[in-house]
């Protein structure tokens, strides 16, 4: 019994050291779409943690690092619209195109999100007579440091090829004990992410099939 405890304390120590590790990580280089996650809005208006997101994903696109912007986030309740559409409004204000936005606007986690934009992304790469054209669409990840080595892992087992771009300007970054307390969930977070996502697949179920019940 000891020997099994000494192993899971050991996993998730060495789970705390990658998510500090890949939460220092920021890729270089072109990509086919930024996703960006979403966060809290009050009345359409983003939070700052939302803003602080959306604004390094405009800074990545007015340096033509994509090609698109994917947004994530539905509605929580007694939201009038979802965090994804509050982020369009968002960029569409400072200049980015409406045609070149993708929405998820149905996922409420991490998981979910990392699915939906997943098929966005899929979708939008086919050809008008079906063909696929892109089978592991890269795309640059917003979303705050700590978040970055699960979405990482999320992406991956969706398909797609994730280069980490996390914002540095979030309120959750400037206060390190915060920031320390985040990557402690996220240790929690990521094993019981991954081993959802593979039992869904075993049963034959999407996220949002799960959750729909």
């Given at each position: 019994?000891?020997?099994?405890?000494?192993?899971?304390l050991m996993g998730w120590v060495l789970c705390v050291a990658l998510?500090?590790?890949?939460?220092?990580?920021?890729?270089?280089?072109?990509?086919?779409?930024?996703?960006?996650?979403?966060?809290?809005?009050?009345?359409g208006r983003p939070s700052p943690v939302l803003r602080a997101r959306?604004?390094?994903?405009?800074?990545?696109?007015?340096?033509?690092?994509?090609?698109?912007?994917?947004?994530?986030?539905?509605?929580?309740?007694?939201?009038?619209?979802?965090?994804?559409?509050?982020?369009?409004?968002?960029?569409?204000?400072?200049?980015?195109?409406?045609?070149?936005?993708?929405?998820?606007?149905?996922?409420?986690?991490?998981?979910?999100?990392?699915?939906?934009?997943?098929?966005?992304?899929?979708?939008?790469?086919?050809?008008?007579?079906?063909?696929?054209?892109?089978?592991?669409?890269?795309?640059?990840?917003?979303?705050?440091?700590?978040?970055?080595?699960?979405?990482?892992?999320?992406?991956?087992?969706?398909g797609l090829h994730p280069l980490p771009s996390p914002t540095r300007?979030?309120?959750?970054?400037?206060?390190?004990?915060?920031?320390?307390?985040?990557?402690?969930?996220?240790?929690?977070?990521?094993?019981?992410?991954?081993?959802?996502?593979?039992?869904?697949?075993?049963?034959?179920?999407?996220?949002?099939?799960?959750?729909?019940?």
């Amino acid at each position: 019994m000891s020997r099994v405890i000494g192993t899971l304390l050991m996993g998730w120590v060495l789970c705390v050291a990658l998510i500090f590790i890949w939460s220092r990580r920021s890729a270089s280089g072109h990509a086919n779409a930024i996703v960006v996650l979403g966060a809290a809005h009050y009345g359409g208006r983003p939070s700052p943690v939302l803003r602080a997101r959306l604004d390094h994903a405009l800074g990545l696109w007015n340096g033509a690092r994509a090609d698109r912007v994917v947004l994530t986030g539905g509605r929580r309740p007694g939201d009038q619209i979802s965090e994804a559409a509050a982020g369009r409004r968002y960029l569409v204000r400072r200049g980015v195109p409406t045609r070149v936005i993708l929405l998820e606007t149905a996922g409420r986690t991490s998981l979910a999100s990392m699915e939906g934009a997943a098929q966005l992304l899929q979708a939008s790469r086919t050809g008008r007579r079906g063909d696929t054209v892109l089978v592991r669409p890269r795309v640059l990840l917003v979303s705050d440091p700590f978040h970055m080595l699960r979405l990482d892992v999320l992406a991956r087992l969706h398909g797609l090829h994730p280069l980490p771009s996390p914002t540095r300007t979030s309120p959750i970054s400037a206060n390190r004990a915060v920031a320390v307390e985040y990557m402690l969930r996220e240790s929690i977070a990521l094993p019981t992410d991954v081993a959802l996502l593979l039992w869904l697949r075993l049963t034959g179920q999407t996220v949002r099939e799960s959750t729909a019940r």
